[in-house]
């Protein structure tokens, strides 16, 4: 997950990150959710996260978490 996750990170700074879901909402993910949610802080520190319910509302979270402007 980190050799995926961590190049994605690093590749520019990020405002916002959105988690989806699928990973969030499923109980036998709970410790990916919590890799992606340690990784996420450690190498974008600066960046807000976000949790959308589906694919449909990823854009919507990220404006639910970005400054109005």
Do not use: Y
Not at 45 to 68: C, K
């Amino acid at each position: 997950m980190a050799s995926v996750l961590f190049p994605a990170l690093a590749a520019r700074a990020w405002d916002v990150v959105v988690i989806g879901g699928g990973i969030r909402k499923t109980e036998q993910l709970l410790p990916l959710f919590e890799q992606i949610i340690n990784l996420t802080h450690h190498h974008a520190p600066q960046a807000a996260v976000a949790f959308n319910t589906n694919g449909g509302d990823s854009v919507e979270a990220a404006r639910r978490r970005l400054p109005a402007g």
